[in-house]
Every structure is written in structure tokens, then in C-alpha cells.
């Protein structure tokens, strides 16, 4: 059974960067049929795509936020990273890690449990 | 980016009623719809893919339908356990985007 794992740090001074990792369990991100997504959601944005990377290497990101965004993957620890360059307030939220589909439906099929992350000093 | 409108943003309901929500996309996206369900505290949890799909393991009295704008999701009796708040996504159009929940009351 597939299991995502988000972790990383709680707490981000405002124009730090924020990083958090999701380990992948009960199978590989080197898969030529899913993504790996970040997802972010606070009570002032709803739900918000962060972006995407694909066993390639291949990254996709939402254009609000691609200024400060890199996606990575780390395929001999089975994970992929998130790092988010000069953070504010508006930045803090619960973080999700996600398994998307590649061919056909993109849907976020596999989540992890999410992780609060607050911008503050 | 593809503006995704849900209504109502909460709903009160009954068990045994039927509820009806509907996403309405700002441009066509065919069947190119997924909705969720989260629970206070949880991830979301995918229920119905591309539109009218039910995912592996959920109950069957959930269904969706609709393409073009015009989506409704429908869970034709309602359990206690379906309180929660219900999502709509929007794909293949970069970025992906959510609709801004429904929350489900009993």
C-alpha cells in the first residue's frame, strides 16, 4: 500500500525558505504513470496547486508561486522535496504531498496526512 | 486560470436526504473534473474521477455527472459519516485548480 509522508519544519521566518520532503512508501517514484504533487491549503486560499515533478525530472509549477518554487525528486531515497524561497505570512498552511496521475485522469489519487508550516518570527 | 465555482459553500441535510452539489468551470473542460472529500483534520480523499468515475472502494451512493461547465455531485442517501467538506478539481489546464469547498452539515 502506497503511503506519503510529509516532513520538514513547522515553523518559517518570514523571507527563509521553507523546505519539506515527502518520503514515498510501498512503492517508487520512478513511475512513468503518476506525478508528484505538492498541494497547500489555508483558510484564505482554499485549496492551491504548488506544482508538480515527474520521475524525469520534469517540473511543473503554478505561475503565482513559480518565482520562488523548485520541486525535486530523490529516487535512492524514494522522495521528493519542496523548496519555497522568501516566505510571508500569506505562505502558512497545511502542506500535502499527493500522487497525481500522468496518463488519462490527473487526479490527486494518494495524499499524505499534510503538515502545517507557519511564517513567522 | 480556470475559475472553479462551487454552490451552495454549506449545506445542511439529513441522513437518508439526497444532496446535490454542483462546480461550474469558467471555461469548457469537458469531463476533466475530480471531486473530494475531506474530513476536519484529514487529507482530502479522491471519490470521483473525471466526472462520473467512482473510485476504487467508495460507496456507490456517490456519483457525479456533467461536462463542458456543468458539474453535480450527488450522494443519494446521506450517512453521518459523510460530513465533511466536498471539492471540485479542474484538469488538464495548468495551474490545477479547486473549487472552494462545500461543507456538509448534519
Known amino acids: 500500500q502506497l503511503r506519503l509522508q510529509e516532513s520538514g519544519p513547522g515553523l518559517v521566518k518570514p523571507s527563509e525558505t521553507l523546505s519539506l520532503t515527502c518520503t514515498v512508501s510501498g512503492g517508487s517514484v520512478i513511475s512513468s504513470s503518476y506525478y508528484w504533487g505538492w498541494v497547500r491549503q489555508s483558510p484564505g486560499r482554499g485549496l492551491e496547486w504548488i506544482g508538480n515533478?515527474?520521475?524525469?525530472?520534469?517540473?511543473y509549477f503554478s505561475p503565482s508561486l513559480k518565482s520562488r518554487v523548485t520541486i525535486s525528486l530523490d529516487t535512492s531515497k524514494n522522495r521528493f522535496s519542496l523548496n519555497l524561497t522568501s516566505v510571508t505570512a500569506a505562505d502558512t498552511a497545511v502542506y500535502y504531498c499527493?500522487?497525481?496521475?500522468?496518463?488519462?485522469?490527473?487526479?490527486?489519487?494518494?495524499w499524505g496526512q499534510g503538515t502545517m508550516v507557519t511564517v513567522s518570527s | 486560470d480556470i475559475q472553479m465555482t462551487q454552490s451552495p459553500s454549506s449545506l445542511s441535510a439529513s441522513v437518508g436526504d439526497r444532496v446535490t452539489i454542483t462546480c461550474q468551470a469558467s471555461?469548457?473542460?469537458?469531463?476533466?473534473l475530480n471531486w473530494y472529500q475531506q474530513k476536519p483534520g484529514k487529507a482530502p480523499k479522491l471519490l470521483i474521477y473525471d466526472a462520473s468515475n467512482l473510485e476504487t472502494g467508495v460507496p456507490s451512493r456517490f456519483s457525479g455527472s456533467g461536462s463542458g461547465t456543468d458539474f453535480t455531485f450527488t450522494i443519494s442517501s446521506l450517512q453521518p459519516e459523510d460530513i465533511a467538506t466536498y471539492f471540485c478539481q479542474q484538469y488538464p489546464n495548468l495551474p490545477y485548480t479547486f473549487g472552494q469547498g462545500t461543507k456538509l452539515e448534519i
Open positions: 471555461q469548457d473542460i469537458s469531463n476533466y
Open positions: 515533478v515527474y520521475y524525469s525530472g520534469s517540473t
Open positions: 499527493a500522487r497525481v496521475g500522468y496518463y488519462g485522469t490527473q487526479s490527486f489519487d494518494i
